[in-house]
Structure formats: C-alpha cells, structure tokens
C-alpha cells in the first residue's frame, strides 16, 4: 500500500495498493479497496510511496552456467595487456598448487595488437595451465601448460563452426566458439553438488537483489532440469526460470524427439519448453554470418556446417508446437532464419524469438513484424562499443555498417516484439543498466559521452516493457508482465518511477522490494 504502482495494465495502468494471496493478485486499487478487499491477518507493507511495477523479467541469460563460468578473476575492465596479466598474476598467486588458474570477461581490446596467443599469459600465470573465457563467451584463452595437459592438436574437428586455432599447425591458445573449450571446461567443472547448488542459489539471490523475478535460460540440457528442479525442491529457487534446451548441430532427429519429450518438463518455479540453437557465432571474432563479409574477410559462413540441416531442425521443432530461440547475430543469419522460420509456418505455441540481432537490414526489420517473431535484444552489448570506432565491432564491420547496429527502436517501430535482456556472465544482469543502455545508448553516469545512434533510444516506457510485459508476452505468458487480478504476485519496487527517472540516475536507484510468487525474496527499509 502508499504505492505508485505502474500496472502496465490497459485496465487500470495507475493505482495504490495491491494484495496478493497464494501467490496470486487478488486486488489492485485505492489504498482503501485493496484494504477493505483484504482478507483477515493480512500483512500490511507500507512503501511510502516508493513505485511498484510488474517482476522484472531477463530474456536472456545464463545462471548455472554463468555460475561455473565465473569462477575465477573477473577482467571486466582490462583493455590493456599489461592490465589483464598483472590481475591474471595476482590471481595465479591466489590459485592453490594443482589448479588451474582461471579468469573470465577477457576483454577482445588487450589482444587487439598481438593477438590472441599463449605465450602474451605464460609467464604471468607463472607457467600453469590457464583458461580465461572472453565477455561474450564464443572464446577462450588458454595456456601453453594447458594446451599440454589437455592434449589439445589443433586437429580437432567440432559438429560446427568452432575451431583451436593454429599457427603452423601448432595450437596458438585460441579457442574459438564453446564447442572448443567446453570439454576443457567440463574436465575442470564441480562435482559437488550441493556446492553447485549453493553457488546457483547465490547467482539467484543476487539477481532478486537487483528486482529480478524471472530468467529465459538460454542454454539449458537435461542436468540442467535436473539442477533446477533439485533447488526447487528445496525451496531456494528465487527466480521463476524457463529454460532453453540447448540444440547442437551433431543431435539427430532422434535427439529432435528427446528434446521435445524433455521440453515438457517443469516444476513449481522452472519450465523448460523452449530449444536454442545457434545460426551463427558473433562479429567481433568474425564468426558471425554477414551479407557481405566483413572487413577481415570473415563472415561468410554460418555455424551449421549444413545449413539445409538447420532448416529441417526449424521445421521439426515448428511442427511439434516447440518455441524456438535462435541466436542470429549477422544480417545474413537474421535472415536465413526469417526464411526458415516462414517456411516452417506456425503453429500452437511456435511463436518463434531470434537472440541477439546485432545487424539488421531494412527488409528484414519489416518481416519481423510481418512474421510476429520477437527480436530478443541487449542495447547493454554497445558498452564495449568506442566512440572513435577503434572496437573490434566496428572495426571488422566497417563505420557504415556499425552505424547500423542494435536497431531496437526500428525493431519497435515496425511493429515487432520485443523483449530485453542482460546476456549474463556476459554483461551486467542489473536490469537498471540494461533499462539506462536502452533509453541512453551511452555509458549511463557518463553524460558527456557518445551516443550511439540517437534515434535508436528507448523511451524510459519501453525500457520498462521490454523487462517486463513484453517479456512475458515473448513467452506467451498471459500470467506475468502485468498487475492485475490473478495475475502471479512477481513484483519489483523501486524507490522512485523507473520509467521517470532520468537514465543517468537509474542505476543508482534503491530496490526495495522483490516478490516471487508471492514470496518476498528482497526486502530492504526504505529511508
């Protein structure tokens, strides 16, 4: 109650007070009907005038394997080379005897002028094996020791685009795409798995923390089910979460059945009901699938080695009712999709949703609309953007192309949904950060920098939908994204109006409050 509680409800968009009981909205209003309407020993929260929205919802991110993944230093920051091997040394120095040394959001920028190679780490790792995983994690670092111990060739042969690059056929320490150092990765995750479940619970504490209530999980496999449903079990899942399964090029059609079999399964606060699948890789590395190659010379190939193949997996998931989340980042991925994904037709619950869509061309904007497939976006990826376009971005794409990216707001204008997300451990999951890069398209507290692309901003309404109803509409969620009766009680207060504040002091603005079905998983006083 005392609240300033923006429904995102057509109905009724302003109102005071709301109730909630079993998990569910019961009443929204005036601070006296949501009263009168309350039942007996209710709890009465008085938020003093604090704004109350919808949960916050992440369509894109990765916990558990964020979880793993971000063991180790975080180089968040370092761009420089001296930068990354003084922290990968005191980190080396922290290591116990027998580990590996480990690190990731490895910066592309402290490579940029020798490449990404073994022996720039050795001696700062002080000659151990090393693995570090780039921001975006389509890349890793690893150590001459490693490159031993592991018994990597650079013969390798992967069921997509991944490679161990070589010079002279000898193994550099690049690792392109997951499919090259997840089996590194693997051998080193934990087996404990009560500390898995404990560190998942922390990633998931932290996120509610920041007003979160739900996640889209973007690379999910049966254990990862199994994981979540064991957290659930015990009572500790804090974030709604729907869970992608993650569709690798090798999986046949039996493994097609599989997955739609697994796709069925689902608990209290987890579902799974979605497949990933990767069209192509990204454009800072060049593996990402362009029109035009880009200025490397890269570009020209998709991740599928047969992209007949990806074609018939679209239309097989499409026919069995399964929705579909495609990573496409190039132009020419985005499009090849659209034609798939056309071609497919649709189906009870095929409302299909592209990730990432870092370049888009005019026709292609309009057929997201034509087609009703969700440009799921992350404005917060320009922050490793440069304003004199000295960033691996704009420099393989060109300053022309460049100037083309992260067109959210023509994704919006033309009529397409749209949802937002962090990506995480690839950015920052502060939604906050992820709402300011939207309606910014500048570093926010920075009020003198560049923008980027001006006429591509999110208005502070936007921002807001795009974590919230339009989040839950890509999900074909009828139950979340908005206040109103019997809706679920997934609530997030800010101390202020998210939507009003300026972008610049969104980020520093105080969560109150965060409720999960009902259930107040983050709560602080309010002063």
């Known amino acids: ?156 042969t992967f069921p997509d685009g991944a490679t161990v690059v070589v010079d002279d056929g000898t193994p550099t320490g690049e690792l392109k795409e997951p499919s090259a150092y997840q089996p590194l990765m693997a051998a080193l995750a934990d087996t404990d798995t009560a500390a898995v479940l404990d560190r998942l619970a922390a990633v998931l504490a932290r996120l509610n923390r920041l007003g979160v209530t739900g996640g889209v999980v973007m690379n999910g496999d049966a254990g990862d089910l199994d994981t979540y449903a064991a957290l659930d079990d015990a009572g500790r899942l804090s974030v709604r979460l729907v869970t992608a399964l993650w569709h690798h090029p090798d999986r046949d059609d039996a493994g097609i059945a599989e997955f739609i079999a697994l796709a069925a399964r689902r608990g209290r606060r987890w579902r799974s009901g979605l497949i990933k699948i990767f069209s192509d890789g990204v454009i800072d590395t060049g593996t990402a699938w362009l029109r035009e190659p880009d200025t490397c010379g890269c570009g020209s190939h998709p991740f599928w080695p047969d992209p007949e193949r990806l074609r018939d997996v679209i239309a097989q998931y499409t026919a069995a009712g399964i929705q579909l989340a495609i990573h496409a980042v190039g132009d020419q991925a985005v499009s090849f999709v659209l034609d798939c994904c056309q071609e497919a037709g649709s189906g009870a619950g095929t409302a299909h949703r592209l990730e990432h869509l870092e370049l888009l061309a005019d026709d292609d904007v309009k057929r997201l609309a034509k087609l009703q497939i969700t440009a799921s976006m992350q404005p917060l990826h320009m922050q490793w953007r440069q304003a004199d376009h000295s960033d691996a971005f704009a420099r393989r794409l060109g300053r022309r192309r460049a100037e083309q990216a992260f067109r ?120």
């Open 1 to 156: 109650m005392n609240a300033d509680v923006r429904t995102l409800d057509a109905g009724r968009p302003r109102a005071e007070a709301v109730s909630w009981v079993d998990g569910r909205i019961s009443a929204v209003g005036t601070n006296a009907e949501v009263l009168a309407a309350a039942p007996a020993g209710a709890e009465a929260l008085d938020l003093r005038g604090a704004a109350l929205t919808p949960g916050l919802i992440d369509s894109h991110i990765h916990p558990a394997w964020g979880a793993e993944l971000s063991r180790g230093v975080d180089m968040a920051g370092y761009t420089s080379l001296e930068q990354a091997r003084t922290a990968l040394s005191a980190e080396a120095a922290r290591t116990p005897a027998g580990q590996w040394v480990r690190a990731w959001n490895l910066d592309y920028a402290a490579f940029s002028r020798n490449g990404i190679r073994a022996e720039l780490i050795d001696d700062a790792v002080d000659g151990r094996p090393f693995i570090g995983v780039f921001y975006d994690l389509h890349t890793a670092l690893v150590s001459t020791a490693a490159i031993r111990e592991s018994n990597l060739t650079g013969r390798e």
């Open 408 to 527: 959210v707001a023509d994704v919006i204008a033309a009529g397409a949904p749209v949802c937002l997300g962090s990506d995480w451990p690839v950015a920052n999951p502060d939604p906050r950060y992820g709402m300011a890069w939207a309606r910014l398209r500048r570093r926010p507290g920075e009020r003198d920098g560049h923008v980027f692309e001006p006429d591509q901003r999110l208005t502070g309404e936007q921002a807001l939908l795009g974590y919230t109803a339009w989040a839950a509409d890509a999900l074909g969620d009828t139950d979340r994204g908005r206040i109103r009766v019997g809706a679920r009680a997934d609530l997030t207060a800010f101390a202020d109006d998210p939507v009003r504040v300026p972008g610049d002091d969104l980020i520093d603005l105080p969560i109150p409050l965060t409720v999960v079905d009902g259930e107040i998983v983050h709560r602080e006083d309010l002063r």
